[in-house]
């Protein structure tokens, strides 16, 4: 049995991580991050253009037909490079569709968000909670109140709105009856906003109660696998700067401590690759086992990923603190992963009550 990524996962890994390195280097990344929208056009249409867009849509849609995995792959490798932009909202927002809506609404919607041409978000959290037996807002044809913590809402063409009963209801920027009200967060690469709807007109989905869950499960894993990788690249951007930091004119990478700090920050993140890897499968190999594993993949590797950003900073001294630090966007990164759909406490108990602890 082959537990590794296939030469074609492995290629659009790679394919994906040249571009965001290519076109979004860190001066790059720093405007957009002190900028106030969060999100560049073009780099959205550079990854449109290979696919990313529509990658786990069906090719009947303009989607390329790929599966969870190589989603989450994308995800593991944009949060690497901390890229901005709506990747994770819209791949989110598309699939709600894909999997609730009818084949009319699937045929009216999915070819543009395919090609990147229309820009979808998911609108979940309320009051209450994030989760769906959370949601309130009761739909009809038109749809009233309001939802926080909606990534880039004012930018998305279509919303894709958790109603009471566990359902969704889409809603067309474009219909009217919205208004946004922007939040001040800590990670600037995906800014988000409250959603205030008025009479907004909507369409619900049909098959939104029988697979909320499961859209839920998709969100989990790709902040598990986003976070993976911004884990990853704080561990890369500390073992740099220990072996360019010199004090008492050596290198402090050779002090006995830090070799064991580095080491242990390796040991936190790396063996979490295969519980992202494995929730990501059961999406679509062992749907019995899916919930479970989304949370407990979104539960401990947000963690890890905070603690190793934590770490980091630690570990580079006084300037880990400041905002001329690279290191600040991938903690406040990370900070957005653990708390986003809800904190890692909350999903281990989900993961406890289904395993009957």
Not at 78 to 106: D, K
Not at 138 to 161: E, N, Y
């Amino acid at each position: 049995m082959n537990f590794d990524l296939s030469e074609e996962q492995q290629l659009l890994q790679q394919t994906v991580g040249r571009f965001v390195a290519n076109e979004c280097p860190a001066a790059r990344l720093r405007e957009i991050f002190d900028g106030d929208e969060g999100h560049d056009p073009l780099l959205w249409k550079g990854l449109a253009e290979m696919g990313v867009a529509g990658l786990a849509l069906s090719e009947e849609y303009g989607g390329a037909g790929l599966q969870m995995l190589d989603l989450a792959v994308v995800a593991e490798t944009l949060g690497h490079g901390a890229m901005p932009g709506p990747f994770f909202n819209h791949a989110v927002g598309s699939l709600a569709i894909q999997l609730a809506g009818s084949e009319e609404q699937r045929q009216r919607w999915l070819p543009a968000l395919a090609g990147g041409e229309a820009i979808a978000t998911i609108a979940l959290a309320e009051e209450g909670g994030w989760q769906p037996e959370d949601w309130t807002l009761q739909a009809g044809t038109t749809l009233s109140g309001v939802k926080r913590h909606v990534p880039l809402a004012s930018l998305a063409d279509l919303v894709v709105v958790g109603v009471a009963g566990g359902g969704f209801a889409v809603v067309e920027r474009a219909g009217g009856g919205l208004s946004f009200e922007s939040v001040d967060v800590a990670d600037r690469t995906r800014r988000l906003e409250a959603l205030r709807l008025e009479e907004a007109p909507c369409e619900l989905l049909p098959e939104g109660a029988s697979v909320a869950g499961r859209v839920r499960d998709i969100a989990l894993v790709l902040l598990a696998a986003d976070a993976f990788g911004g884990a990853s690249r704080c561990v890369e951007m500390s073992v740099e700067y220990a072996k360019n930091r010199e004090q008492f004119g050596v290198p402090i990478a050779q002090f006995q401590a830090v070799k064991h700090q580095l080491a242990d920050m390796t040991l936190e993140v790396e063996p979490s690759r295969g519980l992202y890897w494995y929730a990501a499968h059961a999406l679509d190999h062992a749907r019995d086992d899916a919930p479970r594993t989304a949370a407990i993949a979104k539960s401990h590797i947000t963690d890890r990923f905070m603690q190793v950003a934590r770490d980091s900073v630690e570990l580079h001294g006084g300037i880990g603190f400041t905002w001329e630090c690279d290191l600040q966007i991938w903690f406040k990164r990370a900070m957005f992963d653990r708390a986003f759909l809800g904190n890692p406490g909350v999903h281990r108990a989900r993961a406890a009550a289904m395993a009957d602890w």
